[in-house]
């Protein structure tokens, strides 16, 4: 019984140890895919990241500017309307006649027929496709995706999006590159069908601003972090409110309880025979 017991042990002990090698085995070949295929982005120093900082509303209208002019062209914000950008890149003013310079369609009208009317603050900024098969046969069937939550789906997203942006080189000796490809390090395989959308010069900034590659980059990223977290900036507001309020209760909590245990911390007993 005891020599049928060891050699079941004996044999699980060896497939736990063959499982154990084939998962580290696995774990190093990914490794060493990833390194090999992926650079990983360095973490940049964003101002609107910290505890008590906010968006940069210049920088964001810079932003939705490199947008309209340079990703909208294959790129939708399906989640971000007109009416959302008042107060933040544009006044509503602006964002009106912005909205009245697209043609909507809607309907069906009192006859059932669908129609084109000009565009409202109520809806969606438009997207460059009419449909999702239109998107593909216009990108030889790979479909741009939409960027209005493209921060938070990708891993450091900031990180990520500006050095895939500003990341675009020549391919090092020894790296195959099929036609219609660009090199870009930081995009998985190293081979992208994107070409480089951004170029110094590329925009006419409103303000001024020299739009070298890595601005432009820098405030279409920072935008595009406001499309995922528009309510980043009221969360840290309603935040530091509800810390101080939290902060001026527990002072005045322990004030009150001094106040109401003074007595008893304060009085002497004695026992009288």
């Excluded at 932003?63 to 890149?89: D, K, M, N, P």
Aim: charged fraction near 20%; glycine fraction near 8%; aromatic fraction near 10%.
């Amino acid at each position: 019984m005891a020599t049928r017991l060891r050699s079941v042990l004996s044999k699980h002990a060896n497939k736990a140890a063959a499982a154990v090698a084939a998962t580290t085995a696995t774990s190093a070949a990914a490794v060493t895919l990833l390194s090999d295929d992926v650079v990983h982005p360095l973490h940049l120093p964003w101002d609107h990241t910290g505890l008590l900082s906010s968006y940069d509303c210049a920088s964001l209208r810079r932003g939705f500017q490199v947008y309209r002019q340079v990703c909208a062209t294959c790129h939708s914000l399906e989640r971000i309307h007109y009416r959302e950008l008042v107060g933040v890149t544009h006044s509503t003013d602006e964002l009106v006649e912005m909205a009245s310079e697209v043609d909507v369609v809607d309907g069906p009208n009192d006859e059932g027929e669908m129609f084109e009317r000009p565009g409202k603050l109520t809806d969606p900024l438009p997207s460059p496709y009419a449909n999702e098969e239109a998107g593909r046969a216009a990108n030889g069937g790979a479909l741009p995706p939409d960027l209005s939550l493209m921060v938070k789906a990708r891993h450091s997203g900031q990180d990520y999006l500006f050095s895939l942006l500003t990341g675009y080189c020549d391919a090092p000796a020894g790296k195959p590159m099929m036609p219609g490809l660009y090199y870009n390090p930081y995009f998985p395989g190293g081979a992208i069908a994107m070409p480089p959308p951004l170029n110094d010069g590329g925009v006419d900034y409103e303000d001024g601003t020299p739009a070298t590659i890595s601005q432009q980059a820098k405030d279409v990223v920072q935008f595009l972090n406001w499309c995922a977290e528009p309510e980043a900036d009221t969360r840290k507001k309603q935040a530091a409110q509800y810390m101080l309020v939290i902060g001026f209760t527990a002072l005045m909590t322990g004030y009150y309880k001094r106040f109401k245990w003074s007595p008893y911390k304060t009085r002497a007993i004695t026992y009288v025979k």
